[in-house]
């Protein structure tokens, strides 16, 4: 059976490996630095001894070169102050010319500003009296369009109170007509009823008497009797008489009764008539005041909705009185 190798060892073996390589590379980077560096060292020399060489030649043609620089510098400069000065001199020119252009366009701007000035000015007292013409407009047409509403309102309720009161004074003077009426309808039934219970009055007292009168003949004939039998009869008369009597007064106080039960009918009726008649003219009197009420009320609507009407068109030309302005008139 073959020996198993020791973990522990192969990797030590293995990290020295590295570590000899990575040793090597360094050695071998660190050589070829040195070696680039001793190559750039040899060329710098290379190139010093050259340079040597031709420095002198170098420094006359710097020298020829700075002289011909100079001479140039100086021409540039010659030319350059030649062209400043004619640079300068046209500048002047156009200054000027610049100068009476603006001065000539500034002085038509004043001209122009004096102008929109004196129309601004112009145009100012324009609005202002437009201003005050529209104001004063307004307010006459408002306070005559207040005034003319408020005397159609008075002569509204003047003509209001004026029907108002007719129409109860009609009323009244029917009412009155109608008490009158009942009135003297009650009297005259009342003179009717107390004329019928004088007659019969009179006819109860002219039965009665008629009825005495008979009855007095019996009471002569029976006086002439022997006393037992007169006493018996004048008894006998006496009932009758009471009973006569009382059938005649009861027989006439029904009729009285009945003419008084007529007169409280009749009177009834009078006064059912009157009142039927007076609720008709209180019912007349008052659809008349609401008819009235109505009128004028609707009169009074109609004149606020005029006074709205005049005030709305007062509005309106005072705006159009302000607006009226001619801008595009010609101001000098």
Do not use: C
């Not at 700075?66 to 156009?94: G, I, M, P, W």
């Not at 029917?174 to 009650?186: A, H, L, N, P, S």
């Amino acid at each position: 059976m073959p020996l198993q190798p020791d973990p522990k060892q192969a990797q030590d073996d293995v990290n020295e490996f590295l570590n000899k390589k990575t040793k090597e590379r360094r050695s071998l980077e660190k050589r070829r630095k040195e070696k680039s560096k001793r190559s750039e060292e040899d060329t710098k020399k290379k190139e010093e001894t050259v340079r040597g060489g031709v420095a002198q030649e170098e420094k006359f043609a710097e020298e020829h070169e700075n002289r011909l620089r100079d001479f140039k510098k100086k021409e540039d400069q010659r030319k350059k102050e030649v062209e400043e000065h004619q640079r300068k001199k046209r500048t002047e020119e156009a200054h000027m010319l610049e100068r009476k252009e603006e001065e000539k366009k500034e002085h038509k701007q004043h001209e122009e500003y004096m102008k929109d000035m004196r129309r601004a000015s112009v145009l100012k007292v324009r609005v202002e009296a437009r201003k005050k013409k529209s104001a004063d407009t307004e307010r006459e047409m408002r306070s005559q369009a207040e005034a003319e509403g408020f005397r159609n309102k008075q002569q509204a309720e003047l003509l209001e109170h004026r029907e108002l009161r007719k129409v109860e004074e009609t009323s009244r003077k029917r009412r009155g007509e109608i008490d009158t009426r009942e009135r003297m309808e009650k009297n005259e039934a009342s003179e009717e009823a107390r004329k019928h219970r004088a007659k019969i009055d009179a006819e109860e007292r002219t039965a009665i008497q008629m009825m005495e009168q008979g009855l007095n003949q019996v009471r002569m004939q029976i006086n002439s009797l022997p006393p037992g039998v007169r006493n018996s009869e004048t008894m006998r008369l006496s009932a009758e008489e009471r009973q006569r009597k009382e059938k005649i007064e009861g027989d006439f106080m029904r009729k009285r009764t009945q003419v008084e039960v007529d007169l409280q009918k009749e009177l009834s009726a009078i006064a059912q008539r009157a009142k039927r008649e007076r609720d008709a003219i209180g019912a007349e009197e008052r659809q008349d005041k609401t008819q009235a009420e109505t009128f004028m009320r609707q009169k009074k609507t109609d004149a606020d909705r005029t006074v709205k009407r005049k005030i709305d068109q007062a509005a309106r030309t005072a705006e159009e009185i302000l607006h009226d302005i001619n801008t595009g008139e010609e101001i000098k």
